[in-house]
């Protein structure tokens, strides 16, 4: 009995160890490959089982964080530019990146969400921004080169702010001692969201599938609209012009089915068991455009979660 004892007392002398191990572990983040690598498996199971109704953008973004991944010297930092309507995942496909090149996804240390109108409010004060954010970025990637930083609600930056980190996102081996080359830069705005809403629409007019839709079909349609649009296309200007950003990513407005299925989805994380009754009568209450045929949603899979608990 004694022996059974001891050996128990041990066993959870051993799980309590390990755990404290493991929460000192996990709180001391560092910046290196045990918490720091690429899992192109992961990702690209994630974009294809968790993503609904983004073949394009799911197809682009997996080659280009492949690509620069790989590489061992890259020229110049990732910059991705993530275009779509609200609700039609470019959030989601930001934190799926970051899931799958940080342990700690979207709450790792070397991770920076910015969202204009949180970080960046006042007019009056960018040039204090400027400073603040510029003072960030340096600060951040000379602590760790692999640092990824998230711009949400790009359409309404202060052009100059977005001017002034130009040349962190530019092809220099380094300024004043950094080197950025490492670092992933990732802009999302709704500007173009309407143009590639008026492509998708037109397919489905035509009675084309929707997965002949390819990127070249929206490249157009996003540059005639970002790129030539005096308002909402300034900051682009300035950073196309320079071929800073390495990809511009087009997101679908979603169809009733996709939302269908951010519902499910989004049901068994609140833990509950998916009903498709539900989700369906929540989907159709939603709005969609154009008025009469109803093909797209207008809000895409952003209000889901608070809609749901309504439901439920
Ligand atoms: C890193 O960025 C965060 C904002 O995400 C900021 O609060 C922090 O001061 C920065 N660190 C350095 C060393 O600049």
């Excluded at 973004?61 to 039609?88: D, I, Y």
């Excluded at 012009?241 to 997101?251: A, G, Q, S, T």
Aim: charged share 20%.
């Amino acid at each position: 009995m004694t022996a059974r004892v001891s050996l128990l007392l041990v066993g959870a002398g051993l799980a309590a160890l390990a755990a404290i191990y493991c929460y000192f572990y996990w709180k001391n983040e560092a910046c290196n490959g045990n918490w720091i690598s690429f899992n192109r498996t992961g990702l690209k199971r994630d974009l294809k089982q968790k993503l609904y109704g983004q073949h394009v953008a799911a197809e682009v973004v997996l080659k280009a964080v492949t690509g620069f991944m790989r590489s061992q010297n890259p020229k110049k930092p990732l910059v991705l530019s993530l275009h779509g309507w609200t609700g039609t995942g470019k959030n989601f496909v930001s934190q799926l990146i970051a899931e799958n090149i940080y342990q700690k996804g979207m709450t790792s240390s070397f991770v920076h969400l910015f969202t204009a109108t949180a970080h960046f409010p006042h007019e009056a004060c960018v040039s204090k921004y400027k400073t603040q954010l510029l003072e960030w970025i340096r600060g951040n990637v000379s602590i760790c080169p692999r640092s990824m930083f998230i711009f949400d609600e790009m359409d309404k930056m202060h052009p100059g702010l977005i001017d002034s980190i130009k040349p962190y996102l530019d092809f220099y081996d380094n300024l004043n001692g950094v080197s950025y080359r490492q670092a992933i830069f990732i802009f999302l705005s709704n500007a173009g969201g309407e143009s590639i809403a008026q492509v998708a629409l037109d397919f489905w007019k035509d009675g084309k599938p929707r997965p002949d839709i390819h990127l070249k079909d929206l490249e157009m349609a996003l540059s005639l609209s970002v790129f030539n649009n005096k308002n909402s296309g300034l900051w682009h200007t300035s950073l196309i012009d320079k071929n800073l950003v390495d990809y511009f990513v087009p997101f679908l407005p979603l169809e009733y089915k996709h939302v269908v299925q951010c519902g499910l989805a989004e049901m068994v994380s609140k833990g509950r068991a998916p009903d498709m009754e539900v989700v369906e009568t929540m989907a159709r209450d939603l709005n969609y455009f154009p008025k009469e045929e109803r093909v797209f949603s207008t809000q895409g899979c952003k209000v889901i979660s608070s809609r749901l608990d309504f439901y439920i």
